[in-house]
Structure formats: structure tokens, C-alpha cells
T-cell receptor
Framework: GQQLNQSPQSMFIQEGEDVSMNCTSS?????WLWYKQDPGEGPVLLIA?????ELTSNGRLTAQFGITRKDSFLNISASIPSDVGIYFC????????????FGTGTLLAVQP | DSGVTQTPKHLITATGQRVTLRCSPR?????VYWYQQSLDQGLQFLIQ???????AKGNILERFSAQQFPDLHSELNLSSLELGDSALYFC???????????????FGEGSRLTVL
């Protein structure tokens, strides 16, 4: 099945550090989203981006919709232990359905 | 709590068997989606239903089928199970009137299927 390329695959950081991750695709998407999955839970939406070039924040999280519409970036500032989890990007091509293509995931571990 | 309920949470069965996974969407949501999460394939879209009708299909095997009932709950049927079908199966919902936001899905906690 199709997946978006996400990097890095995993990150092990100290509390207070900033984090950056990105997601790339060979094709264009009209919507980019970032989800987080905690252990034993389903993914939860963090940020949604609807326009090329758009920069959106949600607390300490900031995400950008790439100008080419083929990539997206997520930054987490001043990480805290509860940021631990797997972060997934997801792309959607058309608005008719919510059929999302998910990235391969970035595992984030934060050491207090 | 997303409001999406999935049962069972865990299921262990043998190859060749058939299982049914059940999903109750968030109150008011009209769309139900099924995703499969495995270590090698990641999160893969299987199928979407909207108000009882199939809306979109992904990488769903012919051995798998789904339906959405008039009360909007959904079932995913997996038959002739193979070892490779072992995975976490997520149901998600969206589409509550007045709350539609493209791409925003509310996921359940998943049903972990182990085929031995």
C-alpha cells in the first residue's frame, strides 16, 4: 500500500529540546495533516493544513504545508515527556472523501 | 476519549477462520472508516462508508468486507484468515453535521487481531 516518506524514523531527545520532522510525497496533496498516536490508542489529529504555504500552530506545535504541495513539516518546541508517541503525517487528495494516506511515522522519545 | 468504540479489543484466532470487528462511531458522525495498522505496511486505508453506503475503497482484500448499518455502526468481516492478517484494525468516524473538517478523523482504540 501507499505510504508517505517520513523522517526521521525515530528521535531520542532531552526534555526542553525542539524537534523537527518532515514528510514527503511523490504526488500532490490538497490537505496535509499531522496525527499523534499514544501507546494503546488510536491516532489523534494535531494540526490540519489546507493551503500550500500555510503555517499553522497549535500550542507548542507548528506545521507547514509545503509550497510544492508534496511535503509538510512539523516542529515541536520545548518538548516535554508527554510529547512521547508516534507522529504521523497524512495527506488527502480530494475533498470528496476523507481517504487519508499516512506516513511511515516518527517515534519520539523524550528523556526528562 | 474519541467517542468511537471498537470491539473486541483483542482477538486471537487460527488461520482459515473468520472474525467480525465492530465499531460504533462518535455520536452524530455519518462516516465510518476502517484502517489496518501493521509494522511493515503502516496505517493503510481499507474502506469508508457514509450513511450506510460505501464511499471509498482502499487496499481492502477480497477476503475482507464491511458494512454500515442503519444505526450507523459498522462491522468489518475478515475471512479465510492468514498469518499476515495479524494487525491492529482501527475504526474512525467523522462527518457530524456542522463539524465537518477535511481530514479530521476520530479514531477508536483499535482491535488487535492475532492469527496463529
Amino acid at each position: 500500500g501507499q505510504q508517505l516518506n517520513q523522517s526521521p524514523q525515530s528521535m531520542f531527545i532531552q526534555e526542553g529540546e525542539d524537534v523537527s520532522m518532515n514528510c514527503t510525497s511523490s504526488s500532490i496533496f490538497n490537505t496535509w495533516l499531522w496525527y499523534k498516536q499514544d501507546p494503546g490508542e488510536g491516532p489523534v489529529l494535531l494540526i490540519a493544513l489546507y493551503k500550500a504555504g500555510e503555517l499553522t500552530s497549535n500550542g507548542r506545535l507548528t506545521a507547514q504545508f509545503g509550497i510544492t504541495r508534496k511535503d509538510s513539516f512539523l516542529n515541536i518546541s520545548a518538548s516535554i515527556p508527554s510529547d512521547v508517541g508516534i507522529y504521523f503525517c497524512a495527506g488527502q487528495r480530494s475533498g470528496a472523501t476523507n481517504k487519508l494516506i499516512f506516513g511511515t511515522g516518527t517515534l519520539l522519545a523524550v528523556q526528562p | 476519549d474519541s467517542g468511537v468504540t471498537q470491539t473486541p479489543k483483542h482477538l486471537i484466532t487460527a488461520t482459515g477462520q473468520r472474525v467480525t470487528l465492530r465499531c460504533s462511531p462518535r455520536s452524530g458522525d455519518l462516516s465510518v472508516y476502517w484502517y489496518q495498522q501493521s509494522l511493515d505496511q503502516g496505517l493503510q486505508f481499507l474502506i469508508q462508508y457514509y450513511n450506510g453506503e460505501e464511499r471509498a475503497k482502499g487496499n481492502i482484500l477480497e477476503r475482507f468486507s464491511a458494512q454500515q448499518f442503519p444505526d450507523l455502526h459498522s462491522e468489518l468481516n475478515l475471512s479465510s484468515l492468514e498469518l499476515g492478517d495479524s494487525a491492529l484494525y482501527f475504526c474512525a468516524s467523522s462527518g457530524r453535521t456542522g463539524e465537518w473538517r477535511t481530514g479530521e478523523l476520530f479514531f477508536g482504540e483499535g482491535s488487535r487481531l492475532t492469527v496463529l
